[in-house]
């Protein structure tokens, strides 16, 4: 079975944050590539992170640096996304994603999806 289930979205204030979580089973645990995209109303699929777990790097979207962190639990299989400073612009529905790099260390094309978890930033 292959599951990524989210959790952690909510309703805050601007400048507030929010730590999102999410839960990986089945072939999602051996993933290399783990990720956090975003969707907000009118606009297309956002990248926001990758925890790239060979070697523990990770990068993000420009919106998003230094703003908000990615980072993993193996024991629990668990992928966070802690958000601080929160802006009204970072409302959308936030998506985990896992998969495997290309060659040359590449994540791309993200094979497994969760089913999202709604955030909502108020001015």
């Known amino acids: 079975q292959v599951q990524l289930v989210e959790s952690g979205g909510g309703s805050v204030q601007a400048g507030g944050s929010l730590r999102l979580s999410c839960a990986a089973s089945?072939?999602?645990?051996?993933?290399?590539?783990m990720g956090w995209f975003r969707r907000a109303p009118g606009k297309e699929r956002e990248w926001v992170a990758t925890?790239?777990?060979?070697?523990?790097?990770?990068y993000y979207a420009d919106s998003v640096k230094g703003r908000f962190t990615i980072s993993q639990d193996n024991a629990k299989r668990t992928v966070y996304l802690q958000m601080n400073t929160l802006k009204p612009e970072d409302t959308a529905m936030y998506y985990c994603?896992?998969?495997?790099?290309?060659?040359?260390?590449?994540?791309?094309?993200?094979?497994?999806w969760g089913q999202g978890t709604q955030v909502t930033v108020s001015s």
């Open positions: 994603a896992a998969g495997d790099p290309v060659s040359g260390g590449y994540c791309l094309s993200f094979r497994y």
């Open positions: 925890f790239y777990r060979v070697d523990g790097r990770t």
């Open positions: 089945g072939d999602t645990y051996n993933s290399l590539c």
